[in-house]
């Protein structure tokens, strides 16, 4: 079964830090890129971070740029997120999300974790 | 930054029509994917390449993409089709998300 199971959340304090992890299983992990994803509580989907299959691309959006580090390692099948001065509005279910490819280009996110609840408060 | 733009709120009774729209700057030039989210699940992918299904997607769930907009219908809505719908599109190596349509079936 292809599966995506993502960890590591849970309640800091601001200016914090947290790791997050997905573990991925039944396909090829280093043929596909991936993705974080997250959603605040009540409020719509929000893309975080992108890294391709062989890590030579990466990007972020402009609100975790300078604070969040995608890697992955392809020998374990597991993508990381590591997010550091952790603020108030990044509490949200982080989801990882795989990407499949068109013709080398990411295309659709067409599996996904169940999400880890990341709560960032004093 | 490029942004897509979804109306908040959709309803449909049930066996009839539903159309969810998506605005975006040149969207038809770009791949357009649809996802929906029910409470307290994960997203599934609906729609991608603008109008494609995945396996085990009803063939009621239908896309186009022209235009600065992209559209998803669901023909012969059903009560199981009420959720959140989001539309994405990649920009350069980023992705970006509409803000989500809730389509209420009543």
């Known amino acids: 079964e292809v599966q995506l199971v993502e960890s590591g959340g849970g309640l800091v304090q601001p200016g914090g830090s947290l790791r997050l992890s997905c573990a991925a299983s039944g396909f090829t992990f280093s043929t596909y890129s991936m993705n974080w994803v997250r959603q605040a509580p009540g409020k719509g989907l929000e893309w975080v971070s992108y890294?391709?299959?062989?890590?030579?691309?990466?990007s972020y959006a402009d609100s975790v740029k300078g604070r969040f580090t995608i890697s992955r390692n392809n020998a374990k099948n597991s993508l990381s997120l590591q997010m550091n001065s952790l603020r108030a509005e990044d509490t949200a279910v982080y989801y990882c999300?795989?990407?499949?490819?068109?013709?080398?280009?990411?295309?659709?996110?067409?599996?996904w974790g169940q999400g880890t609840m990341v709560t960032v408060s004093s | 930054s490029y942004e897509l733009t979804q109306p908040p709120s959709v309803s449909v009774s049930p066996g009839q029509t539903a159309s969810i729209t998506c605005s975006g700057d040149?969207?038809?030039?770009?791949?357009a994917y649809w996802y929906q989210q029910k409470p307290g699940q994960s997203p599934v992918l609906v729609i991608y390449q603008d109008t494609r299904r995945p396996s085990g997607i009803p063939e009621r769930f239908s896309g186009s993409n022209s235009g600065n907009t992209a559209t998803l219908t669901i023909s012969g809505t059903q009560a199981m089709d009420e959720a959140d719908y989001y539309c994405?599109?990649?920009?350069?190596?980023?992705?970006?998300f509409g803000g989500g349509t809730k389509l209420t079936v009543l």
């Open positions: 999300a795989r990407a499949t490819m068109l013709r080398g280009v990411p295309d659709a996110f067409d599996i």
């Open positions: 890294i391709s299959s062989g890590s030579s691309t990466i």
């Open positions: 040149k969207l038809g030039d770009r791949y």
């Open positions: 994405q599109a990649w920009d350069s190596s980023t992705v970006v």
